[in-house]
């Protein structure tokens, strides 16, 4: 994608990395971002900043668009590359697959990060501990081009306790 590769260029150089792109109807452009290093999260700062330098960027590189929104990834935060995958391994994740396994296209559970393959390689598989419907640990090994979407599920502490 075209688009995705110029606005991926134009937040680095802002100092952001681009976490996904949506289009949707009216011509609204939805492009969220975090910071490289992950300890500091996105505020309003940084998305008005964002907006700015994209208002400016979009129309010189021919990228259509009627309404720009600049967002943080969020607590339910998608999960998308293969780096993500690793990363986020541990984490409890919802997960559609484009096919269904069985009867069954919809997951929530564990994710454990890269199984076989290297990581930037089409071939990796990662894997996925869910509750089968025996009720026992089950796990489903799956690549990137299977994935329909996932996202991470969000962890809210309202007593303010350290986990």
Do not use: W
């Amino acid at each position: 994608m075209k688009d995705q590769k110029i606005i991926a260029a134009e937040l680095e150089n802002l100092g952001y990395t681009l976490v996904d792109i949506e289009r949707e109807a009216g011509g609204l452009l939805r492009v969220t971002i975090e910071n490289p290093d992950y300890e500091r999260l996105i505020n309003v700062l940084d998305c008005e900043k964002v907006s700015h330098q994209l208002s400016y960027a979009l129309p010189v590189e021919n990228i259509p668009y009627e309404r720009l929104e600049i967002s943080s990834p969020g607590l339910d935060r998608p999960v998308k590359t293969a780096v993500d995958f690793e990363r986020f391994a541990g984490m409890e994740v919802d997960l559609k697959l484009r096919v269904a396994v069985g009867s069954r296209k919809n997951f929530r559970g564990v994710l454990q990060g890269l199984l076989s393959g290297e990581l930037d390689s089409p071939d990796a598989k990662f894997g996925l501990v869910f509750e089968g419907a025996d009720g026992q640990p089950s796990q489903l090994e799956f690549s990137l081009a299977e994935v329909d979407k996932t996202r991470l599920v969000p962890v809210i502490d309202f007593k303010g306790r350290k986990s």
